[in-house]
């Protein structure tokens, strides 16, 4: 195996859409299931603050500006991007040895992320999650109440943007109201039927 290549079969399959869509809901649900546990959940490493209730090195990777530029400078991030007025990155090393152990390595990041990851990892999966509706997002920002008001008006300005690059994905789900279970079976199944028609592509990072 060269250096940076996975093993047979292992993908890095990105889970990306608007904020508030519910991708983190989506995730927890996801590796709860027993089929999916086993894959390797990328934490990502960011300069924004820790809200209330998330836990560093399992929510993120929270890191000074200073630290993240360290690294991003080092070649440690495979893509990194400033969304909201914050740096979020995807470290190289997880993601890596996830593949080279034969685990599928599984991103939440944003639009901008997606698009540098897919221009370095062609083989990368895809996935958009979507909102039934913008109406639906916007509510959802609103009642969540983590941003402040200027934060909550730029990632409503931003989400109509990233609604428009879903068509640039391989798989668009919709994330309905009230079926988050739902929504992650889903994302599973698409997983699972990706990793069985390539059982034998080996992914470079």
């Known amino acids: 195996m060269t250096p940076g290549e996975g093993a047979p079969g292992a993908m890095l399959v990105v ?17 709860e299931l027993p089929e999916h546990a086993g894959h390797h959940y990328v934490v990502t490493c960011t300069t924004r603050s820790r809200r209330p209730g998330e836990v560093d090195g399992l929510s993120y990777h929270f890191l000074t500006p200073e630290a993240f530029q360290a690294l991003r400078e080092s070649g440690g991030l495979i ?8 740096w979020y990155g995807t470290p190289r ?13 599984i991103l939440k990041i944003d639009v ?12 990368a999966l895809l996935i958009f999650v979507a909102p039934p509706s913008i109406d639906a997002l916007l509510e959802r920002l609103t009642s969540r109440a983590t941003e402040t008001a200027d934060e909550l008006r730029l990632r409503q300005r931003n989400g109509a943007a990233e609604m428009a690059r879903q068509r640039d994905y391989d798989y668009v789900v919709v994330n309905e109201t009230g079926q988050i279970a739902r ?7 698409i997983i699972a039927l990706e990793g069985a028609r390539h059982a034998e592509r080996r992914v470079r990072i």
């Open 15 to 31: 889970i990306s859409g608007p904020s508030g869509v519910g991708k983190d809901a989506i995730l927890d649900v996801l590796r």
């Open 79 to 86: 893509e990194a991007n400033e969304v909201h007025g914050n």
């Open 93 to 105: 090393a997880q993601v890596a040895e996830a593949l080279a152990a034969g685990r599928h390595a």
């Open 112 to 123: 901008q992320g997606a698009d540098v990851v897919r221009a370095r990892v062609p083989d």
């Open 183 to 189: 929504t992650a079976e889903r994302i599973g199944e």
